[in-house]
């Protein structure tokens, strides 16, 4: 399974607020066998979302958009996922009834537009917040906020799946240009992609569909790398 992640907001763009939750969404994704060919950050611009979505729909298994939910003059996310699909928005009976039932809200309660949906979308209660989450078609519509947003990735999380992949870690202190003729050979002997990855040390990252050639590629390399030891 490919995905698409698609995080909104101007303030991620200026570097007001850190994108915390892309990495958190490739990471859980990641661990469910999901392969992530994209992560994509647009601003609070409907055409910007609305032309990002659609390509995305169209090229990839699932797109997951975060961030822009609610009722106020800068969440325009909703209406950016319903451009892309050419729908109107409307208000959601389902929205509603589930925040009258578990967050004490009636209709009149909430402001002007809270529950409005894409038409013909999947609704997706909030379990942290009050502004629903959607699914229009093969594209998951999310909170910004991390807490809304991962309980409501909670959800969903079983309908993303694909073949897990094991991965192992080895740690050199050697430098990473010195290291290219063992990574070809241990790519050669096992079923393993490699990954290298520069700081303090290098981490060597090991990754297959096959557990124990995983861990034999990582016995391998650590009988032939001088491993790091921290200080």
């Not at 003059?73 to 589930?98: I, K, Q, S, Y």
């Not at 809270?114 to 997706?124: E, K, N, Q, V």
């Not at 502004?131 to 959800?155: D, H, I, Q, T, W």
């Not at 790519?187 to 297959?208: C, M, N, W």
């Amino acid at each position: 399974m490919q995905v698409a992640v698609v995080t909104v907001g101007d303030e991620l763009l200026a570097g007001d607020t850190v994108n915390t939750n892309a990495a958190w969404l490739c990471e859980e994704l990641t661990e469910r066998g999901v392969s992530v060919e994209r992560v994509t950050t647009v601003p609070d611009r409907v055409a910007d979302i609305a032309r990002v979505v659609n390509e995305y729909h169209a090229e990839y298994d699932a797109v997951v958009v975060t961030g822009g939910l609610g009722p106020t003059h800068d969440d325009v996310t909703m209406e950016g996922v319903a451009a892309a699909f050419g729908r109107a928005l409307e208000r959601n009976a389902d929205a509603e009834e589930w925040l009258e039932a578990n967050g004490g809200y009636s209709a009149a309660d909430l402001v002007e537009g809270t529950t409005d949906l894409p038409a013909g979308s999947r609704m997706l209660p909030n379990d942290e917040g009050v502004a629903p989450g959607a699914v229009v078609g093969s594209v998951y519509v999310l909170p910004g906020v991390p807490g809304e947003m991962k309980a409501m990735f909670a959800r969903v999380a079983d309908e993303f799946a694909g073949e897990r992949t094991h991965v192992r870690f080895v740690h050199t202190s050697e430098p990473e240009s010195s290291l290219i003729e063992r990574f070809e050979a241990v790519q050669s002997e096992f079923d393993v992609t490699v990954g290298s990855y520069p700081g303090d040390h290098v981490r060597i990252k090991l990754a297959g569909a096959d557990e124990e050639a995983v861990e034999s590629a990582a016995a391998w390399l650590e009988a032939r790398v001088e491993l790091y030891e921290e200080a």
